[in-house]
């Protein structure tokens, strides 16, 4: 088992910066493959980004790349995504996923979810 608990979201203005992180315990997280994915309010969860368990492989929804990064530090048990140039449209909740030796765009591949956390931008 792997619990995944997200922080950072919050209530940004548009063009600001936010980093969120996603917090594993449980089983060794550097075997896990790690993704961010959105909701927003009426619509289907949206991939956002993902990384691969050594973190050499990265993946980004065409709607964030050039905007957002992902990262991880497995000594820390922990993967962040910077994001940037937030738009208004960037507002959802934001959830963290994972699953062993896994890296996908599609949420179906994911086990293991987190809570997640709120990003509001205003325009």
């Known amino acids: 088992q792997v619990q995944l608990v997200e922080s950072g979201g919050g209530l940004v203005q548009a063009g600001d910066s936010l980093r969120l992180s996603c917090a594993a315990s449980?089983?060794?997280?550097?075997?896990?493959?790690a993704g961010w994915f959105r909701q927003a309010p009426g619509k289907e969860r949206e991939f956002v980004a993902a990384?691969?368990?050594?973190?050499?492989?990265?993946y980004y929804g065409d709607s964030v790349k050039g905007r957002f990064t992902i990262s991880r530090d497995n000594a820390k048990n922990t993967v962040y995504l910077q994001m940037n140039s937030l738009k208004p449209e960037d507002t959802a909740v934001y959830y963290c996923?994972?699953?062993?030796?896994?890296?996908?765009?599609?949420?179906?591949?994911?086990?293991?979810w987190g809570q997640g956390t709120q990003v509001t931008v205003s325009s």
């Open positions: 990384i691969s368990w050594s973190g050499g492989n990265t």
């Open positions: 449980g089983r060794t997280f550097s075997s896990y493959g």
């Open positions: 996923a994972a699953n062993y030796r896994t890296v996908s765009t599609d949420k179906e591949k994911y086990s293991y």
